[in-house]
T-cell receptor, first 117, second 113 residues
Framework: DARVTQTPRDKVTEMGQEVTMRCQPI?????VFWYRQTMMQGLELLAY????????DSGMPKDRFSAEMPDATLATLKIQPSEPRDSAVYFC???????????????FGSGTRLTVV | AQSVSQHNHHVILSEAASLELGCNYS??????LFWYVQYPGQHLQLLLK??????LVKGIKGFEAEFIKSKFSFNLRKPSVQWSDTAEYFC???????????FGKGTKLSVKP
C-alpha cells in the first residue's frame, strides 16, 4: 500500500529550539495538508498545498511557523522558536484532486509527536 | 467560515448494538464528505467518502453513511458494532475545488464486549 511518510516519529526539544518536520507525500498526489492534533482543539488545519503552491496557511501562527514544499516529494513544517504550547501531534495528509471540486480522498501519515519542554 | 459539527463527544455501546454518529456541516456549495477512524495511538484512516451520485455510501469494515443535502448532514452508521470498532471517528468536509479539508471534533466510540 502506498503511504505518506513523516519524520521524525517523535521529537522532544527545548523551548526556543527550531523544529523541522518532514512529510513525503504519496507519489503522484498533488495535494498536501498539515494538521495539528491536541486533546483540547482536535484537528486544526495549518496549511494546504496544491501542486506545491500554498493555497491556505491562515490556520498557522505566522510569527513562528512556516510550511514549504521544496519539491513534489517533500513537504516541511518548521517551528522557530518552539514553545511548550506547540506540543502536539502533527499530521501530514496527501491526496489527488481533480478537475472542479472532485477529490479522491486523503491519506494520512503516522504523525510527528512533538514535545517542547 | 466552514464548520463541521459532530454532536456526540463519547458514545458507549455494547457489542452487536447499532451505531449512528451524527455529522453536520455549514457550507452551502459543492462538498466532498469523508469519515475517518483513528484507533488509539494511530493515524487517521479513511472509512468512506462521498463525491457525487448515490447518497448512500458504503465503506470499509461494514460502515456506511448517508448524505442528506437538505439537512447538510452525513451521518455514519453500522448495523452491529464490534469491540474492535472502539476508536475515535472524525467527519471531514472539503468545500469546493480549492477549499480546505475541515474536520469535526471527533466522536469517541467505546464498545463493551
Amino acid at each position: 500500500d502506498a503511504r505518506v511518510t513523516q519524520t521524525p516519529r517523535d521529537k522532544v526539544t527545548e523551548m526556543g529550539q527550531e523544529v523541522t518536520m518532514r512529510c513525503q507525500p504519496i507519489l503522484g498526489h498533488n495535494t498536501v495538508f498539515w494538521y495539528r492534533q491536541t486533546m483540547m482543539q482536535g484537528l486544526e488545519l495549518l496549511a494546504y498545498f496544491r501542486n506545491r503552491a500554498p493555497l491556505d496557511d491562515s490556520g498557522m501562527p505566522k510569527d513562528r511557523f512556516s510550511a514549504e514544499m521544496p519539491d513534489a516529494t517533500l513537504a516541511t513544517l518548521k517551528i522557530q522558536p518552539s514553545e511548550p504550547r506547540d506540543s502536539a501531534v502533527y499530521f501530514c495528509a496527501s491526496g489527488l484532486e481533480g478537475q472542479g471540486a472532485l477529490s479522491y480522498g486523503y491519506t494520512f501519515g503516522s504523525g510527528t509527536r512533538l514535545t517542547v519542554v | 467560515a466552514q464548520s463541521v459539527s459532530q454532536h456526540n463527544h463519547h458514545v458507549i455501546l455494547s457489542e452487536a448494538a447499532s451505531l449512528e454518529l451524527g455529522c453536520n456541516y455549514s457550507y452551502g456549495g459543492t462538498v466532498n464528505l469523508f469519515w475517518y477512524v483513528q484507533y488509539p495511538g494511530q493515524h487517521l484512516q479513511l472509512l468512506l467518502k462521498y463525491f457525487s451520485g448515490d447518497p448512500l455510501v458504503k465503506g470499509i469494515k461494514g460502515f456506511e453513511a448517508e448524505f442528506i443535502k437538505s439537512k447538510f448532514s452525513f451521518n455514519l452508521r453500522k448495523p452491529s458494532v464490534q469491540w474492535s470498532d472502539t476508536a475515535e471517528y472524525f467527519c471531514a468536509v472539503k468545500e469546493g475545488s480549492q477549499g480546505n479539508l475541515i474536520f469535526g471534533k471527533g466522536t469517541k466510540l467505546s464498545v463493551k464486549p
